[in-house]
């Protein structure tokens, strides 16, 4: 099992920024790959950023050029660095881990955190 802890969400104005955090503990030498996923109010969870354990990287179209995802293998920790946010990046934000590079079938989920972005 795989434990996934996340910090960091709160409200900000549009256009600044926030850094999530995502610790992981227990069966960490399973998890391949990690990411963030966020869920809108009234929408369907969707990926934002994913990363590989070598750092190959996959961004959301609305997240490219804005967020930045990065990972500390040696401190089990992923983090996004969200910039230039918008109200609509409002949501809960979830972190993930997978032993395998499947972005639509991830096996551990952390609690979420909540991002609120005013206009």
């Known amino acids: 099992q795989v434990q996934l802890v996340e910090s960091g969400g709160g409200l900000v104005q549009a256009g600044g920024s926030l850094r999530l955090s995502c610790a992981a503990s227990?069966?960490?030498?399973?998890?391949?790959?990690m990411g963030w996923y966020r869920q809108a109010p009234g929408k369907q969870r969707e990926l934002v950023a994913g990363i590989t354990r070598g750092g190959s990287t996959n961004y959301a179209d609305s997240a490219k050029g804005r967020f930045t995802i990065s990972r500390d293998n040696a401190k089990n920790t992923v983090l996004l660095q969200l910039n230039s946010l918008k109200p609509e990046d409002t949501g809960v934000y979830y972190c993930?881990?997978?032993?395998?590079?499947?972005?639509?079938?991830?096996?551990?989920w952390g609690q979420g955190t909540q991002v609120t972005v005013s206009s």
């Open positions: 993930a881990a997978n032993p395998f590079t499947n972005w639509a079938s991830m096996r551990y």
């Open positions: 227990g069966n960490i030498f399973s998890i391949n790959v």
